[in-house]
């Protein structure tokens, strides 16, 4: 057949062929290409901002007045992202909520598919649970409860402890791959004594019979060890134009991330420190743990300071800019995107 016998079809003709194949779960790929298959990366995320102290506090205390832990399981109140109200989720791929619990309270005990990190805003003492052993949390601790392992919390203490929940609910919701089941008591019983995991494998070292796992065998980063880590490093050599001092938390058995879904840094900008602009394409949900300072994403201008939590789209240029001397915990989905080869960086 000649190639140039073949005409296109007036408008009305093409939408009388799109009408009919739509009954058999067909569409023209060529309409819609555009959108599948973007020349850059194209997102509804929007750059946004939690200021803790004045804005989300309140609300969590009434939240506690409202609701018992036992009650809502996990009293959490949800960040959700601007751009995507009523998904439940900060960037396309992840979840992040702030969880408080009061004096005298346990969260049940329970189990599911979905990884999840503990990043510890308020609270001195209360205690996570992971396979039978405890730890007590501080501020600024960056603590796992890896996929499908048994965990619960609880507050010994007097007062309120409030941390960030990282989720890889997202990513967990698009494979259809979601479990989750309850235990048969409220507290799991403890099977090992607190700090035993760190024993065993943070201190360069591991058991001589130890076979890496998917998620890292330690379940606690203590701030006070990761804060030694940044001091020492910015007495080292000059900052990273576009980070700052930036250290990311790892697996102790393989180097690699702590979840194979969820990676996480923490970086120290030292005071009049401004970063060269810079994006990723990872979505990035950051937290302060000292200092004030701001963040440029695109237009948008975040003025942040201790507890207050923020996000930054993927692929979209930012820079912080330090007033204090800082440091700031942050989380994304690097990890699945190094793994399936997508990870892209542009440093300007």
Same mark, same amino acid.
């Given at each position: 057949?000649?190639?140039?016998?073949?005409?296109?079809?007036?408008?009305?003709?093409?939408?009388?062929?799109?009408?009919?194949?739509?009954?058999?779960?067909?569409?023209?790929?060529?309409?819609?290409?555009?959108?599948?298959?973007?020349?850059?990366?194209?997102?509804?995320?929007?750059?946004?901002?939690?200021?803790?102290?004045?804005?989300?506090?309140?609300?969590?205390?009434?939240?506690?007045?409202?609701?018992?832990?036992?009650?809502?399981?996990?009293?959490?109140?949800?960040?959700?992202?601007?751009?995507?109200?009523?998904?439940?989720?900060?960037?396309?791929?992840?979840?992040?909520?702030?969880?408080?619990?009061?004096?005298?309270?346990?969260?049940?005990?329970?189990?599911?598919?979905?990884?999840?990190?503990?990043?510890?805003?308020?609270?001195?003492?209360?205690?996570?649970?992971?396979?039978?052993?405890?730890?007590?949390?501080?501020?600024?601790?960056?603590?796992?409860?890896?996929?499908?392992?048994?965990?619960?919390?609880?507050?010994?203490?007097?007062?309120?402890?409030?941390?960030?929940?990282?989720?890889?609910?997202?990513?967990?919701?698009?494979?259809?791959?979601?479990?989750?089941?309850?235990?048969?008591?409220?507290?799991?019983?403890?099977?090992? =004594? /607190? +700090?035993?995991?760190? &024993?065993? #494998?943070?201190?360069?070292?591991?058991? $001589?019979?130890?076979?890496?796992?998917?998620?890292?065998?330690?379940?606690?980063?203590?701030?006070?060890?990761?804060?030694?880590?940044?001091?020492?490093?910015?007495?080292?050599?000059?900052?990273?134009?576009?980070?700052?001092?930036?250290?990311?938390?790892?697996?102790?058995?393989?180097?690699?991330?702590?979840?194979?879904?969820?990676?996480?840094?923490?970086?120290?900008? =030292? /005071? +009049?420190?401004?970063? &060269?602009? #810079?994006?990723?394409?990872?979505?990035? $949900?950051?937290?302060?743990?000292?200092?004030?300072?701001?963040?440029?994403?695109?237009?948008?201008?975040?003025?942040?300071?201790?507890?207050?939590?923020?996000?930054?789209?993927?692929?979209?240029?930012?820079?912080?800019?330090?007033?204090?001397?800082?440091?700031?915990?942050?989380?994304?989905?690097?990890?699945?995107?190094?793994?399936?080869?997508?990870?892209?960086?542009?440093?300007?």
């Amino acid at each position: 057949m000649n190639d140039s016998a073949h005409t296109s079809a007036p408008p009305s003709e093409r939408q009388a062929f799109y009408d009919g194949i739509a009954p058999q779960s067909l569409a023209p790929l060529w309409e819609r290409l555009h959108t599948l298959v973007t020349r850059t990366p194209v997102t509804p995320i929007q750059a946004a901002i939690w200021h803790y102290d004045q804005d989300v506090r309140p609300h969590l205390m009434d939240a506690g007045r409202l609701i018992t832990a036992k009650e809502a399981e996990r009293r959490v109140l949800i960040l959700e992202n601007p751009g995507m109200q009523g998904q439940a989720c900060i960037t396309h791929s992840l979840f992040a909520g702030l969880q408080l619990i009061m004096p005298g309270e346990v969260a049940p005990a329970h189990r599911h598919a979905q990884a999840a990190l503990r990043f510890i805003i308020e609270g001195h003492g209360a205690y996570t649970a992971v396979e039978g052993e405890r730890t007590l949390m501080q501020p600024g601790d960056f603590v796992l409860t890896p996929s499908w392992t048994w965990h619960d919390h609880g507050n010994d203490t007097d007062q309120p402890m409030v941390w960030l929940d990282g989720l890889d609910i997202p990513i967990v919701r698009l494979l259809d791959a979601s479990f989750m089941e309850p235990a048969n008591a409220d507290s799991q019983s403890v099977s090992r =004594p /607190s +700090g035993d995991s760190y &024993a065993r #494998y943070g201190a360069n070292m591991l058991p $001589v019979d130890y076979k890496p796992g998917k998620s890292s065998p330690v379940f606690n980063y203590p701030y006070e060890r990761t804060r030694e880590a940044l001091a020492t490093l910015s007495q080292n050599g000059e900052p990273d134009p576009c980070h700052g001092y930036k250290l990311r938390y790892v697996n102790p058995a393989t180097g690699g991330s702590p979840m194979p879904t969820i990676g996480a840094c923490m970086q120290w900008l =030292p /005071s +009049g420190f401004a970063t &060269a602009p #810079y994006r990723s394409t990872d979505g990035t $949900v950051f937290s302060v743990v000292e200092g004030e300072g701001e963040t440029t994403v695109g237009d948008t201008v975040l003025r942040w300071k201790p507890r207050d939590i923020f996000v930054v789209p993927g692929w979209t240029r930012h820079h912080h800019r330090a007033s204090s001397d800082a440091v700031v915990f942050s989380f994304s989905d690097r990890p699945v995107q190094d793994a399936l080869g997508l990870w892209r960086e542009e440093r300007v």
